[in-house]
């Protein structure tokens, strides 16, 4: 299983980015998939998951109103459009998903930036 994380960068505060994770080596269709987020110093946080069906959705209040998630099973990619950037939304951003419930499947990461 491979996922490839891209789209991160350095962008001004109440800018935008979006991230893309390309998911290869398993049937995609299957596998629910999540975004989950490390800032410097800080441990893992869960930002957002969406089911294989693509309509449900969760995200984590620090995010709410303003990450949106979404998946094209036709490209096995996952991507999170983030809008309204705080300087607490820096960090590294992982794509993750599992066999089993849990995240056993890890990309390794896109920086996001979010500064002046």
């Known amino acids: 299983v491979q996922l490839v994380e891209s789209g991160g960068g350095l962008v001004q505060p109440g800018g935008s980015l979006t991230l893309s994770c390309v998911a290869s080596?398993?049937?995609?269709?299957?596998?629910?998939m999540s975004w989950v987020r490390q800032a410097p110093g800080k441990g893992l946080e869960w930002v957002s998951k969406v089911y294989t069906d693509g309509s449900t959705k969760y995200y984590a209040d620090s995010v709410k109103e303003r990450f949106t998630i979404s998946r094209d099973s036709a490209k096995t990619t996952v991507y999170l459009q983030m809008d309204s950037l705080k300087s607490e939304d820096s960090a590294l951003y992982y794509c993750a998903t599992g066999d089993t419930g849990g995240y056993n499947y890890w990309g390794q990461g896109t920086q996001v930036t979010v500064s002046s």
């Open positions: 080596g398993l049937t995609f269709s299957r596998h629910h």
